[in-house]
Structure formats: structure tokens, C-alpha cells
């Protein structure tokens, strides 16, 4: 059920008061909401939250038999459907715009950027692999679903743990986590997904992180994906418009700022919430 | 004042029994059973029976007042409407006038300000005089608001700041959001940038 789009009186307020670089929340333009990170029991499981915005990301390991095309490669499957419960106008089985988007974002960012060391993941060349799985659960949709459901889904990748296997010539012996202590996954880098809304003004300036309603009124939006090592993984730009070279690096540049500080996080709440598990190793 | 939950029976008796929000009646047994969860009410001599709950999806009910966008010819327009006629089955009816005077009476398309969405338990707040929320925030800021118990509340204010700032209040305050009490908004209203 599509909603209406934003009435008359939302609309010209909302563009006068990014012409004042006044947004609705009381953020600056430039200013992220603080992201809010909260680790379920299981390793692997981690709700993100930008203000209202919410998104679950979980994982969880099987070993299969790899594909011939790449027999020393793991796989990594993400699935990540929007049901209504985040919104009343998304569908399952229908996939929206926005939808299509995030999957084919979160592909590149997570998948694609080499974040996640697959070759780590084989087991037995040619035989066993582990295939992670990864899903995002959408909770809330309050704007900016890519930058929550990337933040969730990096995460989560750095809080799981593998059980640890040992390889005898052909045996392969999984021990479980009550054995002997699981195993993180290895992960070459933390790429984060920072969203720039645009609006039909030129003179209007951007904003970072846009909530439902400057979502719904922009014209267009750039999703730059890094890591704290400024190095690129993805630029998407949407809706076409015009960006003169200076302004894009410019934000990028605002982009490397915020990757940096969710970096310190991230990090953060990792190690609080590492220090708060009890893992016993018989 | 007891909670109750959907299908929960009821024990309201009363010669002249009325039936408010969150009741029903079972047409075979005189039965009443509740069909939200919610805390359950009575007036004082006990006639009047009603459930309170709060939620966010709005069900229309004939001689309420609502804010609606309007789709067709004049698409985008927000309009302040009653609800003449309201049914299940059916598309809901607006009139853009009051009933028995036949004027106006501040129905009609609200032009310019901001419209906030809520709660529907935060708009009968709203609505309620002896609320805190409006009068104290028009103290300070000189605003015109028009409420409508579907959700949502169009405010109106000469700064865009001020405007922002009702809205932040609107949202604070709202029980679904953080439920602030008025102490806790005086502080926040004065950290405010307005």
C-alpha cells in the first residue's frame, strides 16, 4: 500500500528549512545520527540502530560442498527482503526501488569489496567450505535503511564466531563451541556506507544520513562506501543531479570523517560487549 | 482501572449501558467483551464503559476531525475535515464544514506550517485542555494548531525554528516516543535553539 506523497505544507517547509540549513530532528546537515549497536545472546546476531531506524543482521555458518568454478573459495549469501514491518508500503515478494537498491548495494559492500577473506573459509579444497549465511531483518524504516543495513551487516560479520575445525588428511573433526573456543572470522577491512540526500534546489545544500521525509523529497542520493583507511569500495549516485567534481570530492571527504568516527564505534561496542561474554573453554 | 486484553469479558451492567471505544456487545448473550488491549474505564456512575489504548493506525469514526492529503484535483493540499460518515466497508466521507452551523468553523485546507505525525493517545492529549503541552508552548512561541485524531497535528509558526521546535516537543512528549513530563520538556524546550 503506497503511502501519499508528502502533502503540500511538509513539502515547502521542508525545503525552506534546508535552505536555512535547518533540518527537522535539530541535526546539522552534516551531522549522522549516533548509531546504537545492541548484540543478541548468539554471536552473530546485532540489532543497528540509526534514531529510529532498525535493522537486525544475523549469521550463521553450514559447511557445504563448494562450487567447481572456485573450489578453495567459502560463499557468503546475504538475504535481505523488507516486510511490511518496517513500512506498511513494502511488500514481500514485490520488490521496491528502495529494495533493489539496498540488496544490490549490500552485494557490493559486502561481498564484492573483498571485506570478508573467503579463501579463510575453505575447509577442504574442493570438498567442504563454509557457506555464511547473513540476514537482514529490516525493523523500522524511519530514512536511510543502506546505511543501517550496511553498518548491520559489517558487524555482525566482525561478532561471529566459527566453530573451530581440524583437518587430518581427510577427516575433518568440527569442534563444538563448548570444546574448544570458536573462531573469528577474518575480515581484511570495516567499509561503512555513508548516504548524501540532494534536493531539486541547486542551491540547497546536502544532508547527510536523511531521515523519512527529506528521503521522500529529494531528488537524488549518493551512497559512498569506506573504510577508515580512506580507501573506496563504492560510489552510487541516484536520480541525476548535477555534482561538479570539486563538491563530490569534498564529500567524500565528509564521508572519510564519519567512516573514521563510526570506526571508533564499532570498535568500541565490539569490545564492551566481548568483555560482558563468559566463553568457556572446557 | 484494570488492564485488559482482546476477547477479555468485561463485567459492565447498567440499565442504560453505553459502550465506548474498545467494546463490543455479542448479539446472542449480553456479554461484553473487549476488543483492545488497553486499560479499561467507567464513568462514575458506572453507564459509561470504554477501553483506552494507544496505537498508531487510526480507524475513522463518524464526528471525529482529521487531517487529510488530498489525492485527486488539488493533489498535496492538506485538508482539516469531520468524518460524516464512516463505515467498515466503505471509503470514509469528509465535510469541510461543521454540521449544525453550516459555517466553516476552521475546517477546510490548512495553506503553509508543518504537519507532524503521532500517536493516536498523543492527539487526545492534545486535544484535552487541561494538557500541558499547547499552553505552554504557547507562551513562549505564538503557533496556530489544528489537531486531528487520525495521527496527525498541522502547526504553524512565523520562524521556521519555532516550528521545529513544536515539532521536536510534539514528538518528545508523545508516549510512544519518550513520554517526557512537563518538567523534563521545560529543560528540553530551553535547550532548544529557538
Known sequence: ?282 | MSVVVPGEHVPAQHVNLKLGPGLTQSSSSPTVISTRAGTLNHSANRSKWWVESNSRRYVPAPQESVIGIVTQKAIGSLVYARISLAHKDMEPELECFDAQTRKSEGFGELKGGFMVRCSLSMCRKLLDPNHFLLPLLGSQIPLEVAVGVNGRVWISSKELKHTIAISRCIEAVDPDGEGMEEKALRTFLGSLDA
Not at chain 1, 46 to 61: F, H, P, Q
Not at chain 1, 137 to 162: P, S, T, Y
Not at chain 1, 207 to 235: F, K
Not at chain 1, 242 to 254: E, G, K, R
Open chain 1, 1 to 282: 500500500m503506497r503511502p501519499p506523497s508528502p502533502s503540500i505544507p511538509e513539502k515547502e517547509f521542508v525545503f525552506d528549512a534546508l535552505k536555512h540549513s535547518l533540518r527537522l530532528d535539530g541535526r546539522l546537515p552534516l551531522e549522522m545520527r549516533t548509531p546504537a549497536l545492541s548484540f543478541g545472546t548468539e554471536l552473530g546476531c546485532v540489532e543497528c540502530s540509526l534514531g529510529k531506524t532498525r535493522v537486525l543482521a544475523n549469521i550463521d555458518a553450514k559447511m557445504v560442498k563448494p562450487t567447481p568454478e572456485r573450489p578453495f573459495e567459502g560463499m557468503l549469501s546475504i538475504h535481505s527482503e523488507i516486510s511490511p514491518m518496517a513500512a506498511s508500503e513494502y511488500e514481500i515478494g514485490r520488490p521496491s526501488e528502495e529494495e533493489v537498491t539496498i540488496t544490490r548495494m549490500l552485494d557490493k559492500v559486502l561481498r564484492r569489496s573483498d571485506a570478508l577473506d573467503k579463501e579463510s573459509l575453505c575447509i577442504i579444497a574442493g570438498q567442504r567450505v563454509w557457506h555464511l549465511r547473513l540476514t537482514l531483518h529490516f525493523l523500522a524504516d524511519a530514512g536511510n535503511l543502506l546505511d543501517c543495513a550496511c553498518m548491520a551487516g559489517i558487524v555482525a560479520l566482525k561478532h561471529f564466531r566459527r566453530p573451530e575445525v581440524e583437518v587430518v588428511g581427510d577427516e575433518v573433526t568440527v569442534h563444538p563451541p563448548t570444546e574448544r573456543a570458536p573462531v573469528p572470522l577474518a575480515i581484511h577491512h570495516t567499509p561503512f556506507c555513508i548516504s548524501f540526500a540532494f534536493f531539486p534546489d541547486p542551491s540547497t545544500q546536502p544532508v547527510i544520513d536523511p531521515s523519512l521525509l527529506e528521503q521522500r523529497l529529494s531528488a537524488g542520493l549518493m551512497s559512498v562506501a569506506l573504510n577508515a583507511q580512506r580507501e573506496l569500495c563504492v560510489v552510487q549516485k541516484l536520480g541525476g543531479v548535477p555534482l561538479a567534481p570539486d563538491d563530490l570530492l569534498a564529500y567524500i571527504n565528509v564521508a572519510v570523517a564519519k567512516a573514521k568516527e563510526l570506526d571508533v564505534i564499532v570498535e568500541e561496542a565490539l569490545k564492551k560487549d566481548w568483555s560482558g561474554r563468559h566463553v568457556e573453554v572446557r
